[in-house]
């Protein structure tokens, strides 16, 4: 039994970063599919730099600090912060699909915590608010399973990555090999990242012109794949 319980932290973690579990990621592409529809990410490199720049850029400014801001908060018992917090998140990002989208990713993932872990501690906290951003609903979560906030911080990072890599090979001519291939280099920097965001501290901040410009874009697509 004391082998079962620690690993019961990681246990939760693989599962909320399974890509079976249910919040509905698979319907966004966060302004890929308008960029790969624009020309703006047309090859292999293309899409190395968009993934390079959402670990550095997003997840290292905007989103891996969010999260690191809601798992103190609710360890903390802070559901003030939470609610400041996630205002905060929501309001950084201009385009309003993508608003909607993270929020709608994150009441998911509360929604479904909740209802298959009865009795769960994390209702208490955040019982007054209708719904989270993703990463604010995501660092609750885990400080909720006692999982370490670094840990907390790269398996959100890899979920994000690894949900690009999964947009990209229905938008690009671009195979499992070297779309994998790349998910990988890219996770190599994963930890040093998650240190940088640690060590900073502070509240997330974001400018990312080229994902709000696309992600603004995608409901003039003629045809498409993802809402977002």
Known sequence: MPDVERGAPLLALLHLCDSLFPIGSFAHS???????????VATAAD???????????????????AVACAWRAFAQGDAAGLRSLDCEVYALRPSSSARQASRAMGARLLRTWIETHPGHRLGAVVEQQASFTLPVAFGCVCASEQLDVRETVCGFMYTRLAAVASSA????????????????????????????????????????????????SQQYIHSRLFRS
């Open 47 to 65: 899409l190395r730099s968009w993934m390079t720049t959402c670990l550095f850029e997003m997840l290292g400014r905007c989103e891996g600090p």
């Open 169 to 216: 090979m229905r938008l690009m001519a671009i195979g499992q090999l070297q779309a994998h291939g790349m998910l990988a280099d890219l996770l190599a920097h994963v930890p040093e990242v998650a240190d940088d965001v640690l060590a900073r501290g502070g509240a997330p901040a974001a400018f990312l012109p080229a994902f709000d410009v696309a992600s603004m």
């Open 30 to 40: 966060d302004g890929l599919e308008a960029a790969t529809a624009s020309g703006g």
